[in-house]
């Protein structure tokens, strides 16, 4: 399929117009796109990637098309493969891609379990790079974890809704193709509901806003999230390969809430007065604390 | 002073509902015991050798000719088990039912299948069985996917209303709400597995697969 130069744009155009960033992703049930491998941007993709998006867990694949467009602007309509547990759609070029080439993927717009309207589509351009991905890639593991609680308000049930916001530290990833082709499979190991058997968090693209210091934030419900909660993680390339199986956890405990969320350093009172008084309130407390020890 | 008071004793992030804490928070210990004695009473001396099983670390590093590695077939357990210096290398992922994924070893265990939503499909509904007025609710999935909303009051449908007027909250009417074709939270135990809390009936745009 060739068509012209001017369909092309207008295609593109169309897309524009529904592409969205991830924040819109929020509403309720929408199964809009979530990210994109590689994203919009990247350089140097392995001529042999295959090419892949995240969508949002209530979409559904009808057999929507995928259309690449090729550094000559022609286009390809390509085949999908859709795998529901990831929300990952994913198409391998009919060639490889043409070392330093430009291209352009149009990822559609996919309709929803229980939403009416479709969701938000994306479009990504990358540039090739000259060698195909050969090696599996590397990960450090997920290096730290700190958490929060965060109350927000969600459009699907009307209300406040409790989650548990995670903020993973992640080690060091290589790949032979690059950053840019990899997915993070982050897992929760440890957990009230666990079990022993790690639970698998939705895939995502490697994040590539910090070269150093990567990290992802992770949500969970309160109810699976209270106690000592780890997390260990691995990354896939472009060409489907895993890094090492990884045994480096990182672990926080969490409190169930409600909970008093501390007090500032700073203090407001003056002087010495203030300073024995507040001296003398805490000699007491330790006081009381004692006899209840030694029952 | 009370403000100040606060203010320098600088306060932790701290549970307001009585749970049982992970280590030592909020109890005096005294401050002289080993950490594996910290349940003897207070008044036990605190200078008393402690034992340990004979296969701990002390007790090895006595005698250095001891091999410390003997290597087995490599399993996914956080092991080195075959003495290579790498733990759970070399293990491929499992392959889950329907070509959905893999099983990776992490942590120690291989991992569970992945599965679509934690809980259930963002955006979708489950009817649930009210207390008062007409006995008939919707619940509503988040946007995540991770938990249902309150079950908000709603008018049965015609085929439950009679029920629902005759029987009130009962299993008859939850009967009538998978009988009709919804999703419908087990509240009655109709299948008698002792789990109020799983969906009963037509659920398969609201679980999570």
């Known amino acids: 399929m060739k068509p012209t130069t001017a369909a092309v744009t207008l295609a593109l155009a169309a897309v524009a117009v529904t592409a969205a960033p991830a924040a819109r992703a929020a509403q309720c049930g929408k199964p809009d796109l979530v990210d994109m491998v590689p994203p919009d941007g990247a350089t140097g993709v392995p001529l042999n990637a295959a090419l892949g998006a995240h969508y949002a867990a209530s979409a559904e694949y009808l057999g929507e098309a995928v259309v690449l467009v090729h550094p000559d602007m022609s286009t390809e309509s390509l085949g999908a493969n859709w795998d529901p547990t990831e929300q990952f759609l994913s198409v391998t070029p009919g060639a490889p891609l043409e ?26 351009t990358f540039t090739a790079g000259t060698t195909d991905d050969v ?41 032979d193709g690059g950053t ?91 002087g010495a007065s203030s300073l024995f008084a507040s001296l003398a309130l805490l000699a007491a407390a330790m006081r009381r604390r004692r006899p209840r020890a030694r029952r | 002073m009370v403000a100040f008071t606060l203010g320098v004793t600088g306060c932790g992030r701290t549970g307001l509902e009585p749970t049982d804490p992970p280590g030592d928070a909020g109890v005096d210990r005294p401050p002289d015991l080993p950490a594996d004695r910290m349940d003897a009473p ?40 075959d003495c290579n210096g790498l733990i759970d290398d070399g293990l491929p992922p499992i392959p889950c039912p329907n070509g959905n994924g893999y099983r990776q070893c992490v942590g120690g265990a291989y991992s569970d299948c992945p599965r679509r939503c934690q809980v259930c499909v963002p955006g979708s509904k ?17 946007a995540d996917g991770m938990s249902f909303g309150p079950c908000k009051e709603a008018p049965p449908p015609a085929a439950c209303a009679d029920v629902a007027n005759r029987m009130q909250r009962s299993a008859d009417l939850e009967q009538c709400c998978i009988d009709n074709g919804y999703c419908c939270v087990d ?20 679980v999570c697969q």
């Open chain 1, 99 to 124: 070392p330093g080439g430009s291209y352009t993927i149009m990822w559609p717009a996919l309709r929803g379990l229980n939403a009416a309207a479709p969701g938000v589509g994306g479009m990504a």
């Open chain 1, 135 to 175: 090696s599996p890639p590397t990960f450090a593991g997920v290096q730290g974890v700190t958490w929060d609680l965060e109350r927000a308000s969600d459009d699907c049930v009307d209300g406040l809704v409790e989650r548990f916001l995670f903020d993973i530290d992640l080690g060091v990833a290589s790949d």
């Open chain 1, 180 to 270: 840019s082709g990899l997915t993070l499979l982050l897992y929760q190991t440890d957990g009230p509901q666990v079990m022993g058997t790690p639970v698998p968090l939705p895939g995502r693209a490697w994040p590539q806003d910090s070269k150093t210091d990567a990290h992802v934030q992770v949500r969970l419900a309160t109810d699976v999230a209270v106690g000592e909660i780890c997390f260990a993680g691995i990354v896939r390339d472009s060409i489907g390969q895993f890094s090492q199986n990884n045994n480096v956890k990182a672990c926080v405990h969490t409190t169930a809430p409600p909970f008093f969320n501390g007090c500032s350093v700073a203090g407001s009172g003056r």
């Open chain 2, 42 to 81: 207070p008044d036990l001396a605190p200078d008393l050798p402690v034992e340990h099983p004979p296969d701990l670390a002390p007790d090895r590093e006595m005698h250095p000719d001891v091999p410390t590695c003997v290597p087995t077939a490599e399993t996914c357990n956080g092991i080195d088990d």
């Open chain 2, 126 to 142: 489950r009817t649930c069985i009210t207390s008062f007025c007409t006995f008939w609710g919707n619940q509503e999935c988040a």
């Open chain 2, 187 to 206: 509240e009655f135990d109709l299948n008698h597995n002792n789990d109020r809390t799983e969906m009963l009936g037509r659920c398969d745009a609201i």
